[in-house]
């Protein structure tokens, strides 16, 4: 069975930081794209970043590129998101996702619970 868990969201002023972490177990996490998606209150959820089995490639939405990075650990099984110079705007509740491709394609399979992240203005 594939288990997705984030952490790291919380409440953060505006400007500053977060990583969200997300740990995969159940499959061969190496053979797949992540994804972080986002769903802020009243809204549709959001594809926020996507990044390849191996990592080369990396996707962005345009409202986070320069301030967001995605990346990925095989050997722990961990994709992050690392967030920077937040905004009110990016108050949300985050999920991970795991593909079933090795690239970023298609509607995710497996997703997480979701973790929030609250940015004060």
């Known amino acids: 069975q594939v288990q997705l868990v984030e952490s790291g969201g919380g409440v953060v002023q505006a400007g500053g930081s977060l990583r969200l972490s997300c740990l995969a177990s159940g499959r061969t996490f190496s053979s797949y794209a992540m994804g972080w998606f986002r769903q802020a209150p009243g809204k549709e959820r959001e594809f926020v970043a996507g990044i390849s089995w191996s990592g080369g490639s990396t996707y962005y939405v345009d409202s986070v590129k320069g301030r967001f990075t995605i990346s990925r650990d095989n050997a722990k099984n961990t994709v992050y998101l690392q967030m920077n110079s937040l905004k009110p705007e990016d108050t949300a509740v985050y999920y991970c996702?795991?593909?079933?491709?090795?690239?970023?394609?298609?509607?995710?399979?497996?997703w997480g619970q979701g973790t929030q992240v609250t940015v004060s203005s």
């Open positions: 996702a795991s593909y079933t491709n090795p690239q970023v394609m298609g509607v995710p399979a497996y």
